[in-house]
């Protein structure tokens, strides 16, 4: 045989393995790329001993984009520093995605040391992992004090201006009924003086 039929026979071969193989790999085998983000929660500032209500959302999607259904999203919190537990007590929670590809948490519970700390969340389905960083903040400075928060002082500069305000407000009215009484007096004047024309008199007027 010529070793150019060779090459065209053996090149042939290599196609039809290739179609084949394709052929009889199931798509649930093929790889699968998922990415994760946090999407609600990033950056919030929680007072110290507190208890979060509003809680962080994250959202796991596949290389186009489309929500990823049912994957197991962990949550971990820092062993120490600034921290504190899920519902459960511990400082780890496993969530599943929904419909949409979310999954959240809410509901820790901080201790009272105050600065910034990272949570730690890591999205798993089938064989595909993405992991991401979240950082979150503790505050004194939004901690409850007694007797301190929530109160008003009214300024006196305030009043001062209120009290400016209606003194001003009492002159125009003092004024207005002034210039009332005047007009009302010259109308009186004028209406008290007649205008006389020749004899016999014609009087114009009242």
């Known amino acids: 045989m010529a070793p150019a039929s060779a090459r065209r026979i053996r090149n042939s071969l ?4 290739a179609i084949w193989l394709a052929a009889i790999v199931s798509p649930a085998d093929a790889a699968v790329i998922i990415q994760l983000r946090v999407i609600q929660g990033e950056g919030t500032i929680y007072p110290t001993g507190s208890r979060a209500t509003r809680g962080l959302t994250v959202q796991v999607t596949d290389e186009s984009g489309k929500p990823v259904e049912g994957a197991s999203v962990s949550f971990q919190l820092p062993e120490s520093g600034p921290t504190g537990v899920f519902g459960t007590g511990l400082r780890s929670e496993v969530a599943t995605t929904n419909a949409e590809g979310k999954a959240t948490v809410w509901g820790m519970q901080w201790n009272r040391a105050s600065g910034p700390f ?10 595909a992992r993405a992991g991401i960083v979240s950082t979150q903040y503790l505050s ?13 002082t009214a300024s006196h500069h305030g009043r001062t201006k209120w ?4 003194a001003v407000g009492a002159g125009a009215l003092a004024g207005v009924a002034l210039g009332h009484s005047s007009n009302h007096a010259a109308s009186a004047s004028a209406v008290s003086v007649g205008l006389q024309i020749g004899s016999p ?3 114009i007027g009242h």
């Open 140 to 152: 004194d400075a939004l901690a409850p004090k007694p007797g301190g928060q929530g109160t008003f």
């Open 201 to 203: 008199s014609v009087i």
């Open 118 to 127: 990272e949570i730690k969340i890591t999205a798993a389905k089938d064989q």
């Open 14 to 17: 290599c196609c039809w393995l």
């Open 163 to 166: 009290l400016l305000i209606s």
